[in-house]
């Protein structure tokens, strides 16, 4: 009987290489999806699908959450808020989606029980990211004792999250050697065609490549 992982996909680097990474560690994929109503969302879910497609990944779900457009609160689900590009921001960003790792996790954790996996992988990185509360390593580790008190006595998921000390340097040189296809990923925060190259998450990206020595090989427009 294979051992199983729940790993949660964007569509973009960092959850692809998590994915690439329990691939090499020999578990059998069962890959997660959240639409959110994100401002990238369409681009965000064909990179999911071609992804799930390299991998030949047949056990796929992708869950609409349209209320986070109802919250509001950031520049991924609210188009009267802009989204930053000037590089500098104090505090939290405002594309910080309020708590929405922690109900990714929640429903992960669901699809989790209901597969019988015993692993839950997701990419958070707390090291080189962007601020966002919900990607530390103290919290991932909370919500994994959360989620075992809340689940039946017999279920037993550990919550992997491989790359939260990592930088986006680290992360391209990772994903290289694991032969991840870095272009079919995609990150930046708010455009579907070619990438702003100017958005916190672009920065980042661009950034991680430099440092690493390696051309990004998706299109910019910047």
């Given at each position: 009987?294979?051992?199983k992982?729940?790993v949660i996909m964007?569509?973009g680097?960092d959850?692809?290489?998590?994915?690439?990474?329990?691939?090499?560690?020999?578990?059998?994929?069962?890959?997660?999806?959240f639409?959110y109503d994100?401002?990238?969302?369409?681009?965000e879910?064909?990179?999911?699908?071609?992804i799930?497609?390299?991998y030949?990944?047949?056990k796929?779900?992708?869950?609409d959450l349209?209320?986070?457009?109802?919250l509001?609160?950031?520049?991924?689900t609210?188009?009267?808020?802009d989204?930053?590009t000037s590089g500098?921001?104090?505090g939290?960003?405002?594309?910080?989606?309020p708590f929405?790792?922690?109900?990714?996790?929640s429903?992960?954790a669901?699809?989790?029980?209901?597969e019988?996996?015993?692993v839950?992988?997701?990419?958070?990185?707390?090291?080189d990211s962007?601020g966002y509360?919900?990607?530390?390593?103290?919290?991932?580790?909370?919500?994994e004792k959360s989620?075992n008190?809340?689940?039946?006595?017999?279920?037993?998921?550990?919550?992997k999250m491989?790359l939260v000390?990592?930088?986006?340097?680290?992360?391209?040189s990772e994903a290289?050697?694991?032969?991840?296809?870095l272009?079919?990923?995609?990150?930046?925060?708010q455009?579907e065609?070619k990438?702003c190259?100017?958005c916190?998450s672009?920065?980042l990206?661009?950034?991680?490549?430099?440092?690493?020595g390696?051309?990004d090989p998706?299109?910019?427009?910047?």
């Open positions: 009987m294979s051992k992982a729940v964007s569509g680097m959850s692809s290489l998590v994915c690439s990474k329990m691939i090499d560690d020999a578990y059998e994929i069962i890959a997660v999806h639409n994100q401002r990238t969302q369409d681009k879910l064909e990179c999911f699908n071609s799930c497609k390299h030949n990944i047949d796929t779900y992708v869950i349209d209320f986070f457009k109802q509001g609160a950031n520049a991924l609210d188009r009267s808020i989204v930053p500098v921001e104090e939290v960003p405002v594309t910080y989606v929405r790792n922690g109900i990714f996790l429903l992960a669901s699809i989790a029980e209901k019988g996996a015993e839950l992988a997701i990419g958070v990185v707390q090291e962007s509360p919900d990607c530390r390593d103290s919290f991932i580790k909370s919500m989620i008190l809340g689940t039946k006595d017999e279920t037993s998921i550990e919550i491989p000390h990592l930088s986006k340097a680290q992360i391209v290289i050697k694991l032969k991840t296809p272009e079919l990923t995609w990150s930046c925060y455009n065609d990438a190259g100017v916190d672009c920065r990206r661009l950034n991680g490549f430099k440092i690493a390696v051309k998706i299109i910019y427009e910047n």
